[in-house]
């Protein structure tokens, strides 16, 4: 049985690999790659607790992330391809056109 420390400790990794992947970068794959990090660490914090606790709700909230993790990512890169298409540069410090 895996302990619950290493679980914890895997799922946070992740997760803070995301986050500082969507803090500090500034390149809209890479973006969109960590947060599907985020989304991921989520998944593995819920699935690493709902074997522990012998349930199958973190499972299935697990599942419901990983479809709307797929939604967004196929939005998101949708968006990014349509983006570059027109200015053909990925970096976010070009990305102003939605400033009010």
Known sequence: ???INAVFGLGLLIFFIGLFGVLFRKNLVI??????LLLNGVN???AGLSYHMR???G???AIFIIIMAVSEAAVGFGLVLSYFRQKKTYDMDEFNELKG
């Open 55 to 57: 349930s199958p709700r």
């Open 59 to 61: 499972s299935i909230f």
């Open 1 to 3: 049985m895996i302990p």
């Open 44 to 46: 593995v914090l819920l």
């Open 31 to 36: 973006m969109l790659m960590s947060l599907e």
